[in-house]
């Protein structure tokens, strides 16, 4: 691979595979972001967070680069969506820095100068697919700062959290009220707790992180005989509570709690 020299920085060396994609080196995110743990153990509790080795990232072996002599040690090539994920997860200025300019790297490398093209039907369709792909990529955004507040108080629970049978669609809080998940979900827009990203709802910043929801990624196959996938956000039983206590302040109650009159 050949170091991408035009946008490689104090921040982050960025290469390019033989297939011409671009990847940071696992080690060396590990070094500029000030990491004290021993990258081995790191990089593990990275993993966690669900990437999965040839998807998200490739492992290779290397020579030392700190002229230590010894057998060559494991290495990994990570894609700009887990590096940029790995770097939110930090919650550090050199990792927000480290993220803005992998975000930055990558517009430059897939904008298309929609403005430049002569053509005015084809000029059309590149900014038509130029929009589709921010809201696309908003939305990837607005999901994966969900899933990490999610995560970030219980990492080591992950697994468990995701499985977990207790998990509750809206539909079903708002059936034990007696309303529809529309009604329910406009009453939460309503109320400041969420709001609507594409076809998902995740909450609003100040309560991603209150253990109220937790969102799950379902793999479906289409009619053009692809695999697609969706996201979906799903209600903890503490987020039920939370909504109860909301509902309650506004005088609606769970239909088993109503006076039979």
């Known amino acids: 691979m050949n170091e991408l020299q035009i946008f490689n920085s104090d921040l982050i060396p960025v290469y390019t595979t033989d297939t011409g994609e671009k990847v940071v080196i696992g080690r060396e995110l590990h070094d500029k972001l000030n990491i004290k743990r ?16 040839q998807k998200d990232y490739s492992p290779f072996l290397a020579n030392r680069s700190d002229g230590l002599s010894g057998k060559p040690r494991k290495e990994h090539l990570l894609k700009f969506d887990m590096a940029k994920h790995i770097c939110m997860i930090q919650r550090t200025e050199t990792g927000k820095a480290i993220r803005q300019k992998l975000i930055d790297l990558e517009k430059a490398i897939n904008h298309k100068d929609s403005y430049m093209i002569e053509d005015p039907i084809e000029r059309a369709k590149v900014w038509i697919r130029e929009q589709e792909a921010r809201k696309q990529l908003e939305m990837k955004n607005a999901i994966q700062s969900q899933q990490i507040q999610e995560l970030q108080p219980k990492a080591s629970y992950y697994d468990v959290v995701l499985n977990c049978k207790d998990l509750l669609s809206i539909s079903k809080i708002a059936k034990d009220f007696g309303k529809s998940a529309r009604w329910l979900n406009g009453f939460l827009h309503d109320a400041g707790v969420q709001y609507r990203q594409g076809d998902i709802w995740l909450l609003y910043a100040k309560y991603q992180d209150q253990g109220y929801t937790s969102t799950k990624t379902q793999t479906f196959g289409g009619s053009d005989g692809e695999a697609h996938s969706r996201v979906h956000t799903y209600w903890t039983q503490k987020g039920r509570l939370f909504i109860y206590d909301l509902l309650k302040k506004e005088g609606i109650l769970p239909v088993m709690e109503r006076t039979k009159a």
């Open 38 to 53: 021993d990258y081995s153990n790191w990089f593990k509790q990275m993993c966690e967070y669900g990437f999965e080795e």
